[in-house]
């Protein structure tokens, strides 16, 4: 959808966040985590269950009902990938050893969130991050670049939010959730094209682009079992968005030209057109337990439904739906565990660990979005500057499995430079700070 009134009525807000892009590496698939720097000291661990600031209602609206007055969290998260792929294509004229190097690109992720409580059963709040980005490009002399060369997924997000605490042990909340995003996915003729015509390389072989606007929607509840012990559920729906662009390439072109050798199957390409994407849903269980005044431990187990991203199509006028890419992607899971300690009464540290699984079988496993599974080993800590005001920091380390792929069978694409086949290998870190003040 194409609404300019609507990208008018928010543009203050994300104004303030400026633009958001990132990596693939962060989380599963092109799933972004990084939602606070309170959060990410302690690997994310048992965010659906803890209510720091005004930010826990990202990930548990039903938390809301743990703040009291009205508060405000800001602050932004710095990410630093560092991908590479490596391999060989395969054609009729032999092998060709290809790489990419810190292809993935570094973002700042910012983010804004409200909190204000209504009364003591009442409490709404207002967000606005993303939970989706990647931007990857292997450049045009990459020699698997028929498969793709370069694919982006940007996301802005805004949250309206109401919670409400039933009794002394359970609280329930929900929000609606609105999405603008643009995605972009291209491929162009290898280096060895030339071999067909010197004017074939770096020619666009397949690219979309597009932008859309999407509601979804989320709950949470939270059930306080005791005072030391606590256990939260959330769920976000799925978003379905067509992004509404254009389509250009020679293989866009009517594929008769090129069986019969008809060199017109080589001219350019454009049209109008539009491509389906879903954010897929997702939902996470998690425990916070305060052990004694100090110390405290939290845990969550992650759940992302993968599997609705299946294909990119593109839809062009008076014409079928052409593939661009298959992706068959699985469900996946992530499980954390994280420890808070009090050192002070100024004074909050923050740890955590967590393991990623991989969203894609090395069957499915393409260079464009290299998915894997990844560690993360983190820290952080809190700084209690006054009775209202508290700053956060975090840092995390994450280590990416290496993962090998294999494109090509099956696939048209191969007919454009060859099969490949590589490896990805790489590592990511995050630093971030926040900002909460209580009025």
Do not use: C
Request: hydrophobic share 40%; net charge negative; no cysteine.
């Amino acid at each position: 959808m194409n609404n300019n009134k609507n990208r008018l009525s928010i543009a203050v807000a994300l104004g303030l966040l400026g633009s958001v892009a990132s990596s693939n590496t962060m989380a599963a698939g092109f799933q972004l985590a990084e939602y606070s720097a309170t959060g990410l000291g302690r690997a994310y661990a048992g965010e659906a269950a803890i209510a720091d600031g005004a930010d826990a209602q990202w990930r548990n609206v039903a938390m809301l009902t743990y703040l009291e007055g009205t508060q405000v969290s800001v602050g932004g998260i710095y990410v630093n990938p560092n991908i590479d792929v490596e391999g060989r294509s395969t054609t009729a004229a032999g092998n060709l050893s290809t790489k990419s190097e810190d292809f993935a690109h570094d973002a700042f992720i910012p983010n804004l969130y409200v909190s204000h409580r209504v009364n003591q059963q009442l409490a709404i709040g207002f967000a606005v991050g993303t939970n989706y980005g990647m931007e990857t490009n292997l450049g045009t002399d990459f020699k698997g670049s028929n498969f793709g060369n370069e694919a982006s997924v940007i996301t802005k997000e805004i949250n309206v939010n109401m919670a409400y605490q039933i009794n002394q042990q359970f609280s329930v909340g929900g929000g609606v959730r609105y999405v603008i995003a643009e995605g972009s996915f291209g491929a162009v003729a290898p280096t060895q094209m030339a071999a067909i015509s010197p004017a074939l390389p770096g020619k666009t072989l397949k690219y979309m682009e597009g932008t859309d606007e999407a509601w979804g929607w989320q709950v949470g509840t939270a059930w306080q079992i005791n005072d030391a012990n606590r256990i939260g559920f959330s769920y976000k729906s799925e978003v379905k968005l067509n992004l509404e662009g254009h389509a250009e390439g020679f293989a866009f072109n009517d594929p008769k030209l090129l069986i019969t050798g008809n060199p017109a199957y080589f001219n350019d390409f454009y049209s109008k057109g539009s491509m389906a994407l879903a954010l897929p849903a997702t939902a996470e269980l998690a425990s916070f337990h305060q052990l004694n005044d100090k110390v405290a431990v939290h845990a969550s187990f992650n759940w992302t439904d993968w599997s609705s991203f299946e294909k990119l199509d593109a839809e062009m006028p008076n014409r079928p739906t052409e593939t661009i890419k298959h992706e068959n992607w699985e469900d996946n899971y992530r499980i954390a565990v994280g420890g808070t300690y009090a050192l002070d009464q100024k004074v909050t540290l923050r740890t955590g660990i967590a393991y990623d699984t991989s969203a894609v079988s090395e069957e499915h496993r393409t260079a464009t979005i290299p998915e894997t599974d990844r560690l993360w080993l983190s820290m952080g800590a809190g700084y209690a500057w006054s009775n209202n005001l508290t700053l956060d920091a975090g840092f995390t380390y994450i280590f990416a499995k290496d993962a090998k792929m294999h494109e090509g069978e099956n696939d048209p694409a191969a007919l454009f430079g060859g099969t490949f086949e590589g490896e990805t290998t790489g590592n990511v870190w995050l630093v971030g700070v926040q900002a909460n003040y209580r009025f």
